[in-house]
């Protein structure tokens, strides 16, 4: 079956880190640019950041630059985003998003079910 | 505030026609990056809905389609029914940001 699975959510403190992770399973995972999306309680999707499918270039969004890693182990068909110095504002549910190349510009096409990440003192 | 402005909610009764707009800017939809919807239970993936302007991925019923003009785009679900109740949102990609960005969402009720 193609899914992603998503793992490592939970309840942190501000200023805390945590590593969240994707698991693909399916189909050919370093054929793929991959991304992580969000949603705060409450309010729409926010891209967070897209790595290429062999990890050479990534990109994130100005909300979450300095603070924020994705990386992909290839071999082990995952995708991580490390996330540090949290705070209120980073609780949302994070999805996993497999990219797509539009004929101008780019979509998701296939998405994880998230993990919830939780900041609170 | 987002890049892409969706009405925050439709509603229809089953069997009916809505229409979900998607206006965007000269840097994103103008700029003729394509427009793309999902469809979002909460608790649940999104779903890909309409990729590509107009395109519906394998499994998505024709009742969906979707259309792009200008700065704007529409998401229109003809004869809707029960399980269409559920948000949507529009995404593109944004050339100042060089980046995808989504709309708000619209939550559509089924009456």
């Known amino acids: 079956e193609v899914q992603l699975v998503e793992s490592g959510g939970g309840l942190v403190k501000p200023g805390g880190s945590l590593r969240l992770s994707c698991a693909a399973s399916g189909f050919t995972f370093n054929l793929h640019s991959m991304n992580w999306v969000r949603q705060a309680p409450g309010k729409g999707l926010e891209w967070v950041s897209t790595?290429?499918?062999?990890?050479?270039?990534?990109y994130y969004a100005d909300s979450l630059k300095g603070r924020v890693t994705i990386s992909r182990d290839n071999a082990q068909n995952t995708l991580y985003l490390q996330l540090s110095g949290l705070s209120v504002e980073d609780t949302a549910v994070y999805y996993c998003?497999?990219?797509?190349?539009?004929?101008?510009?780019?979509?998701?096409?296939?998405w994880g079910q998230g993990t919830l990440l939780t900041v609170s003192s | 505030q987002s890049l892409l402005t969706q009405p925050p909610s439709v509603s229809g009764a089953p069997g009916q026609r809505v229409t979900i707009s998607c206006t965007g800017t000269s840097s994103n939809i103008g700029a003729g990056y394509d427009v793309h919807w999902y469809q979002h239970l909460p608790g649940t993936a999104p779903k890909l809905l309409i990729y590509g302007n107009n395109n519906r991925p394998s499994g998505v019923p024709d009742r969906f389609s979707g259309s792009k003009s200008g700065t704007s785009a529409s998401l229109v679900i003809n004869g809707l029914q029960a399980e269409d109740e559920a948000d949507y949102y529009c995404q593109a990609r944004d050339r100042g940001l060089r980046a995808s960005v989504f709309g708000g969402g619209t939550k559509v009720t089924v009456l």
């Open positions: 790595i290429t499918s062999g990890g050479r270039y990534t």
């Open positions: 998003a497999r990219r797509e190349l539009a004929d101008v510009g780019d979509y998701f096409d296939l």
